[in-house]
């Protein structure tokens, strides 16, 4: 899913078609994601409401709302998917509205996988057999972790995702043709960075409670 969000966040590498038809993709692959992991919905009010379980709580409420946001409007500024059923709105501030929601959904996406980061690296590790006790894995594991948020940072500043989650920068058509691949490296760098920093902060959060049980 990571991978079609950054094919179709910049629609100038695969032209508008592919941009609409990917973005409603994604669109289904979300609900059927939300359908897999229907029981977090079902025990939503359910058992102890840990700082970490609040937490992942609003990040996952906020993405819902980021997410269907993109899709509407998507819907009602597209020119091809849902052109037939002649509902194209013609306001730019729901232009607006579309890009950044996208960016937000593309960094609380980021933040969600860090959140499920120990989850995920423990499948990785069974699947490739890796002894994560070796001196070998934590060294290379905490360097390749440091470039990627280091580098991740910067891409975030080069490209300008603060402003475009703030809605002030839009029509990601003008200005000099990016390239693809670099798109690419700067946009996997900010998601991993998001990614890291946000399993750091979660590891510090159970090292205090642990700290201090009461």
């Known amino acids: 899913m990571t991978v ?13 078609a592919f941009h609409e038809i990917g973005g409603v993709v994604f669109a289904l692959l979300f609900v059927f994601h939300n359908v897999l992991n229907r029981r977090w919905y079902e025990v939503f009010f359910k058992g102890r409401q840990s700082l970490r379980r609040v937490l992942t709580t609003l990040v996952n409420l906020f993405l819902v709302v980021t997410m269907v946001t993109v899709f509407v409007t998507g819907a009602l500024i597209s020119v091809t998917v849902f052109a037939p059923l002649d ?13 950044g929601a996208a960016f937000v959904s593309f960094i609380l996406i980021a933040i969600h996988l860090g959140m499920h980061w120990e989850i995920l690296m423990s499948k990785l590790k069974n699947w490739l057999h890796i002894d994560v006790s070796s001196l ?8 390749i972790s440091s470039v990627v948020i280091i580098y991740g940072i910067y891409a975030s500043f080069t490209n300008d995702i603060g402003e475009k989650l703030l809605m002030q920068r839009v029509f990601m058509g003008w200005g000099e043709e990016p390239s693809l691949w670099g798109f690419l490296l700067d946009h996997f760098a900010i998601v991993g960075s998001y990614v890291g920093i946000t399993h750091i902060l979660l590891g510090l959060l159970r090292r205090v409670k642990d700290t201090n049980p009461k």
């Open 4 to 16: 079609l969000l950054l094919l179709i966040m910049d629609y100038r590498f695969t032209g508008n």
């Open 87 to 99: 509902m194209r709105s013609e306001n730019l501030f729901m232009h607006d509205m579309h890009q």
């Open 136 to 143: 070998g894995w934590v060294f290379m594991s905490r360097i």
